[in-house]
């Protein structure tokens, strides 16, 4: 029987983590994670899990610690927001390079300069390029199901590769939502018995991680690195699958909302799709054909996917929490590349809003819906990229 | 020569799992002075061969012969670490191609 329980994204994600029990987690604080860390720590000291936890000085040194760990042969788990991701730049290089099966979620949050600690995709969006998978997460419940589901994908022994579970610094991170626990020994049986790939300490058969591959050789293993990314859509698929038998909760590449006869449609990632959800809502009661997409595999990214359900809208806004100054969102970037083949593909047009935190306001989605609606029957788009929600 | 392998023959996350596998990869190439053994000067102390990074001294029951020239780099340790005897050195480097 599942528990529904009133928790804070947060809460939901590290009790994920009891569940889970890893073998070994390197943490550092930073907000908004710090929270779900400090939760799972108390599950470290007070015996609920068997977890060796590894206190580290950084980010950098968090991310170090969990690639000794993971090559040593144990299932690892760390968590990070902004600049604290920022830190273990070069090492996420490193643990998906070395095919290593960490777990990281990713609680969003704005980077400096200037400081702000609220929530926006820079942090994930710029580590899009690592070799990690990465899942997005629009509530609580999704965070907690991508976190179960992640182990499974990461750990699959034709990926064996590092995945971000990312969802939305405070707006999810601290706002409390009814959310549906599995039952200990069913996450348990989900998940697994961890099977390792070439484990350090397999000490009857020495091996050698990390080695000096030169121009000789170095494209070859980028090569192959690509290809099993290429893998990774069909196991997202079959563990949905199966988590659904589990769960009754469906979940796919991405959620399509009212998207099938849809004339203009969405895009949009994470908590800021609820929002849009309701103001579709509002405009299919008014006779308007609007939907949505919302991305939830977006590393690797399911272009030809993508591409099938919004072929036959006639007006999509691409919505960017993140911007990439001086060229379009990244999202947006993916959209474009998703569409390029077709025959006949939306007008496309790309806002970016919600930066450092800003709220993403009904109206909104509204004022997006409205210009998309002009956008249908004139033709003509008047903007490509532009900020909503900023004062002159 | 082996043929260069490809894309698709490699471990996953390039771990090498052939435990000294260095044997094949020959660094003698890289040396720029020799050393010279003088067995006449030599105690058999092995401090060089405790020194030698790359295992390029060989020792046979207990006592070193000469060097193993595919894979000393010529770092010069062995001859700085020599005490030789009476103060005459039993490895000296020479520069190669001389």
Known sequence: ?392 | MKKPRGWKELTPGSVILEAGNAVEFKTGSWRAFRPRWLEENCIQCLFCWMYCPDMAIIVEDGKRKDFNYDYCKGCGICALECPGKKGKKAIVMEEEGK
């Open chain 1, 1 to 392: 029987m599942a528990k529904i329980v009133a928790v804070t994204g947060n809460e939901a994600v590290a009790e994920a983590l009891r569940q889970i029990n890893p073998d070994v987690c390197a943490a550092y604080p930073i907000t908004p994670q710090t929270d779900m860390m400090q939760r799972f720590s108390s599950f470290v000291s007070d015996g609920k899990v068997d977890t060796e936890i590894i206190l580290v000085e950084s980010e950098h040194s968090a991310m170090s610690a969990c690639i000794g760990a993971s090559a040593a042969g144990g299932r690892v788990v760390t968590a990070t927001s902004s600049q604290g991701l920022a830190l273990m730049w070069e090492m996420l290089f490193i643990a998906s390079g070395n095919r290593l099966p960490i777990v990281m979620p990713v609680v969003n949050r704005a980077l400096s300069a200037p400081l702000n600690i609220h929530g926006d995709h820079s942090d994930s969006m710029g580590a899009r390029d690592s070799g990690w998978i990465q899942l997005y997460s629009e509530n609580a419940q999704e965070a907690y199901d991508n976190t179960i589901q992640a182990f499974r994908i990461a750990e699959h022994m034709d990926i064996r590769l590092p995945a971000m579970v990312c969802m939305d610094g405070f707006i999810i991170s601290h706002s409390i939502e009814r959310v549906e626990y599995l039952e200990d020994a069913d996450v348990k049986n989900f998940v697994s018995e961890y099977k390792q790939m070439n484990p350090l300490l397999d000490i009857d058969n020495p091996k050698s991680y990390g080695p000096l591959i030169l121009p000789d050789l170095y494209m070859e293993y980028k090569r192959a690195q690509h290809e099993v990314m290429t893998k990774v859509k069909g196991v997202v698929l079959n563990v949905a699958s199966e988590f659904e038998k589990l769960s009754k909760r469906k979940y796919g590449l991405f959620e399509s909302y009212k998207l099938d006869d849809a004339e203009i449609a969405i895009v949009i990632l994470n908590s800021a799709a609820g929002t849009a959800k309701d103001v579709i809502d509002q405009f299919r009661a008014k006779g308007i054909k609007a939907g949505l997409l919302k991305p939830r595999l977006f590393r690797p990214f399911p272009y030809e996917e993508v591409a099938d359900a919004i072929k036959d809208v006639s007006a999509l806004c691409v919505m960017d929490r993140a911007d990439s100054f001086g060229a379009y969102g990244p999202l947006f970037i993916e959209i474009c590349g998703a569409t390029l083949h077709l025959e006949k593909r939306p007008l496309m047009i790309n806002k970016i809003y919600g930066l450092g935190g800003r709220d993403f306001m009904p109206e909104h989605a509204e004022q997006v819906l409205n210009e998309l609606s002009v956008i249908a029957k004139t033709g003509k788009i008047r903007i490509v990229k532009e900020y909503i929600g900023v004062r002159e």
